[in-house]
């Protein structure tokens, strides 16, 4: 029998086995938009058309990300026929980690880890003695350092250290 629960990182009821390493689509398509701005001449807007094209989004989806982010204060909209969406701040500035708790939510494996919506599991007897949550504090820490420094400059450039 399959352990399904709750999900924090997709905020949906997923077999639990998955939940860890997902991220939502909606995600995915943020941060590739996000990528295609952060590429983008500085103080030039990118259309939403060119973006889904480009990234193969669906436009009203991609629309409703866009004003998400724009509401969140990472892009701006300009209007007009040379309109479009630019970044707000800097590539540098805006990190993967902040992107994916904006869309999906706490970044943590498990509901008692989350620095930002903290819960205590229902299932344990005590998170001092709990083995699993030991084990998953570690890697929520490392997931943690490497998405909250990792900006969209970053991801976007054109050297990946990691792969040398």
Not at 8 to 28: E, G, H, N, Y
Not at 34 to 45: I, S, Y
Not at 121 to 127: K, L, N, R, S, V
Request: aromatic residues 6%; charged residues 25%.
């Amino acid at each position: 029998m399959a352990d399904f629960g709750y999900c924090d990182i997709v905020r949906t009821p997923v077999r639990m086995s998955r939940c860890f390493l997902m991220i939502s689509q909606r995600a995915k398509y943020a941060l590739r938009a996000l990528n295609v701005l952060a590429r983008a001449t500085p103080g030039e807007p990118v259309q939403i058309p060119d973006i889904a094209e480009q990234q193969r989004i669906p436009k009203k989806f991609l629309e409703q990300i866009l004003l998400e982010l724009k509401r969140a204060g990472i892009v701006e909209s300009r209007r007009g026929k040379q309109g479009g969406y630019l970044l707000l701040r800097a590539a540098i500035d805006i990190t993967y980690g902040e992107v994916l708790r904006l869309i999906d939510g706490p970044v943590a494996p498990l509901p008692c880890l989350s620095l930002s919506a903290y819960r205590r599991c229902e299932d344990c007897a005590g998170e001092q003695d709990c083995e699993v949550r030991h084990v998953f504090s570690r890697v929520a820490d490392e997931t943690r350092a490497v998405l909250f420094s990792t900006s969209l400059a970053d991801a976007v450039s054109t050297r990946h250290p990691e792969l040398a």
